[in-house]
Structures are given as C-alpha cells and as structure tokens.
C-alpha cells in the first residue's frame, strides 16, 4: 500500500502548483492533485519574451485518465497566456482580475490524480525562465 503524502496527512487549506521552465517551452503535464482541490488562480510570469513573428501563447488544462497535455479541459477564460508579453511582468487569471478562469467551475475542480498541464500554441523562440504558479484550494 502507498504512503499517503505530506498534504494528505496534513490540514492545510491550499496547496500551490509551481512549474518553471528555464528554456525549450513545450507541452507537459506538471502537476498530479494529491487530494481533490479546486483551482483559485492562476499566474505566470517569463524572464525572455517570446520573439517568434506569429503569436505564442499558452493555457492551462487539467488532463484526466489518458488525457495528453493537449487534451484535457481548458481552465483559462478568453484571455490566454502571453508569452509574448513584457519581461518579468506577471499575468493573473482569477476571478477577481480580467483574465478570468474559464467560468465552466465543474473543470476547475481536479479529483486526486487528475494532472495539470500546460499547453502551449506557436512557437517558443527566445522563450525563457517561465514560472507557472496555480493556486488549488482543497474541497
């Protein structure tokens, strides 16, 4: 039998989901919920600007079962992740800031062993020192 983890064992309310890249951004999932967790926010911050001529951008998804870092259900709202946007300027998604989560609540609930993953559109030129944060509240 598995030992449980720290956070299963613990009381703690939130439990936060960092990812960061130092180059060649791609496709991955990051994360794996330990308990069923709710995602809170979303941020993201990249030390180098994209410089590809087409747009690159990226989104969060919580993949399930067989799900690839491709498919699982988007939890961003309209606005996507700018990995073209100002150096070392942070990018939010929550419900309280204008680049919202998706407003689909039930994709934003992850099960224990539901994964997050990023997903990533263009391509990544001079992309560099991404750090990814997402903020799960336990349920």
Known sequence: MA?????????????????CIASSVADVQFFTAPV???????????ATAGSDG???SGTI?????TEAATAGDDLLG????DFKGTALTEQKF?????????STTAN????AGDRLSLDVTGTTTALAGVIIS?????V
Do not use: M, N, W
């Open 78 to 81: 309209t606005t996507k992740i």
């Open 94 to 102: 929550d419900a309280a800031d204008s680049g919202e989560l998706t």
């Open 3 to 19: 030992q449980p983890s720290q956070f299963e064992l613990s009381t703690e309310q939130y439990i936060v989901a960092d990812h």
């Open 61 to 65: 998804r919580r993949c399930q079962g």
């Open 134 to 138: 997402v903020l799960l509240e336990r």
């Open 108 to 111: 934003l609930i992850l099960e």
């Open 36 to 46: 069923k967790c709710q995602v809170v926010s979303i941020r993201e911050v990249h």
């Open 54 to 56: 087409s747009a690159v």
